[in-house]
């Protein structure tokens, strides 16, 4: 089955960085919709980044544009966020998403919670000031 395996949070200060990875099996990794959310109590999950894994889709929440960077490595089926520059105000429960049946032109489109259907864990990041 489906698993998404997240790791690479933990406590920074801010203005440093940190890199997620998201360690994906049970599925042709090279053809899906993939994600980065970030939640915290009391709100709904927010979408950080979207890639196609295929290629043609990637891109991010007009507010992390520039601090944020999603890549992938398909040999390794691994997603990555790579985040710089990190803010209090990044803390958060981190994500990741994937969908079987979004196409590329869906995939670009997808920004909610309701759009993926297999989840990870979530990786805890905390920035303090």
């Known amino acids: 089955q489906v698993q998404l395996v997240e790791s690479g949070g933990g406590s920074v200060q801010a203005g440093r960085s940190l890199r997620l990875s998201c360690a994906a099996s049970?599925?042709?990794?090279?053809?899906?919709?993939m994600a980065w959310f970030r939640q915290t109590p009391g709100k709904e999950r927010e979408s950080v980044a979207i890639?196609?894994?295929?290629?043609?889709?990637?891109d991010y929440a007009n507010s992390l544009k520039g601090r944020f960077t999603i890549s992938q490595d398909n040999a390794k089926n691994t997603l990555y966020l790579q985040m710089n520059s990190l803010k209090p105000e990044d803390t958060a429960m981190y994500y990741c998403?994937?969908?079987?049946?979004?196409?590329?032109?869906?995939?670009?489109?997808?920004?909610?919670?309701?759009?993926?259907?297999?989840w990870g864990q979530g990786t805890q990041v905390t920035v303090s000031s």
């Open positions: 049970g599925f042709t990794y090279s053809s899906y919709c």
């Open positions: 998403a994937a969908d079987s049946f979004l196409s590329p032109a869906l995939c670009s489109l997808a920004r909610k919670e309701k759009h993926f259907n297999y």
């Open positions: 890639i196609y894994t295929g290629g043609g889709v990637l």
